[in-house]
């Protein structure tokens, strides 16, 4: 009896298909389509800024993201976020955006990164100032497809001469 029951064990450990015995390897990340990402986000992050639209800001972040920008508090949660621009177009609304990507990749598959510059005009009580900015942010990519940023921060760039 025992060794039928060996037997029947092998049997079935041979029949086995082999994909439950050998786990694939996921697949490499694509650079180059994560820069694409990355690309469509910074473009329609610009034209939302512009826009004023808090809610079409916020929805480019995960649920649970984080946004850490210099002078505002650091800010978690996609409607802390939406709350953080609402208020924010109250005292200075932008006029004009440009945010250029400068190094971005694919850390793993649903996980990119990357950094780059911004340049903002905005209108605060008729008065148009100009600023510069650098920024960095991770990306995480939705059950849906879609890539939102999962963490963004950014800061003055002390290096731009205006």
Request: glycine content about 8%; charged content about 10%; proline content about 4%.
């Amino acid at each position: 009896m025992r060794n039928a029951l060996f037997v029947a064990v092998a049997i079935a450990a041979a029949c086995a298909p082999a994909a439950e015995q050998q786990a694939a390897a996921p697949a490499a990340p694509d650079s180059a389509a994560a820069r694409a990402a990355i690309e469509a986000i910074s473009q329609q992050y610009s034209a939302r800024l512009v826009a004023n639209d808090a809610a079409g800001i916020s929805a480019l972040f995960t649920e649970d993201a984080t946004a850490a920008y210099f002078g505002y508090p650091t800010t978690t949660g996609r409607a802390n976020i939406q709350a953080l621009y609402a208020a924010s177009f109250g005292v200075a609304k932008p006029t004009a955006a440009q945010l250029t990507v400068g190094t971005a990749g694919a850390i793993t598959p649903g996980l990119l990164t990357a950094g780059g510059t911004s340049q903002q005009t905005v209108d605060s009580s008729g008065v148009s100032v100009t600023t510069y900015w650098r920024w960095a942010a991770a990306y995480h990519q939705g059950t849906d497809g879609q890539w939102r940023f999962a963490y963004v921060m950014a800061f003055p760039d002390s290096t731009s001469r205006k």
